[in-house]
């Protein structure tokens, strides 16, 4: 028999994707949720430990009209980039010296797709979070270095890249720590005059990226309020405040609904 704290906490369950209201079974929690609760931590461990699949980003990417260009990091296998996430922060000297002797000359912007700790992510986000995004670059006459797609990535490895790409600034687009409910979720870092030795208070961050938090309209509009910003003042971190909420409404209602 249903009791009114029953309906309370159903309520509060259906706005919050949180495991709060589950219910009991004597002393325990109902097997229902203890089987919902395995599966998504299964969810979440096949998210950190399944390969990316490069070739397969490239094509999507490049259905795009966007360029690629596939790179590794210092991990050669997942297992040594779970151990030693420093691999993961610097190129592969040969895919530092690809990056180099292919910039032939500076460029505004240069994006990197990473695995990060969620290939899922990256496999079913990266290109349609860059579909959003071309038209804003397109619009801004930024120009885009070829897309480095990059494997065994920690997200200071795009210092590097966008440092051989002669980049003003570099965006990484990698898959965040999976948690157990969220193993789809991008991250996007931005970073304005990347090169080595750059510390994550000199980024900006958006996360959650994904079709059950903010979706991939509204995390383009968003990353190009802040590359705006980046450029104009010269500057990404903790100098520079994300306001682009303050613009949605006026510009862009349909992102405000969506958002909302």
């Not at 002669?166 to 304005?192: M, W």
């Not at 938090?213 to 705006?228: C, D, I, M, P, V």
Request: with cysteine; glycine share 8%; proline share 6%.
């Amino acid at each position: 028999m249903s009791t009114a704290r029953d309906d309370l906490w159903q309520r509060l369950a259906r706005l919050t994707p949180a495991r709060i209201g589950l219910g009991r079974a004597g002393a325990g929690l109902p097997t229902r949720e203890v089987l919902k609760f395995g599966l998504a931590h299964a969810q979440a461990r096949d998210a950190v430990h399944t390969p990316m699949d490069a070739s397969a980003i490239a094509e999507a990417i490049g259905a795009l009209d966007l360029p690629t260009v596939t790179v590794t990091s210092g991990a050669e296998d997942r297992a040594t980039y779970l151990r030693r996430p420093d691999y993961g922060r610097r190129l592969s000297p040969e895919s530092l010296k690809a990056l180099a002797d292919s910039a032939a000359e500076p460029v505004d912007l240069a994006l990197v797709v990473a695995d990060g700790l969620s290939a899922r992510a990256v496999h079913e986000g990266a290109a349609a979070l860059l579909a959003a995004f071309k038209p804003h670059a397109e619009r801004a006459g930024w120009r885009l270095a070829p897309v480095v797609i990059a494997t065994q990535a920690r997200v200071a490895l795009g210092d590097a890249a966008g440092a051989a790409l002669r980049a003003r600034a570099v965006v990484v687009v990698i898959g965040e720590r999976p948690g157990l409910s969220s193993p789809d979720s991008l991250g996007l870092y931005v970073t304005f005059d990347p090169k080595p030795g750059r510390s994550d208070a000199e980024r900006n961050c958006i996360s959650n990226v994904r079709p059950a938090g903010l979706s991939f309209e509204l995390a383009a509009f968003k990353l190009n309020w802040l590359l705006t910003q980046a450029f104009a003042r010269g500057l990404t971190g903790v100098n520079l405040k994300d306001e682009s909420d303050r613009l949605i409404e006026a510009s862009a209602p349909d992102l405000a609904i969506s958002a909302g």
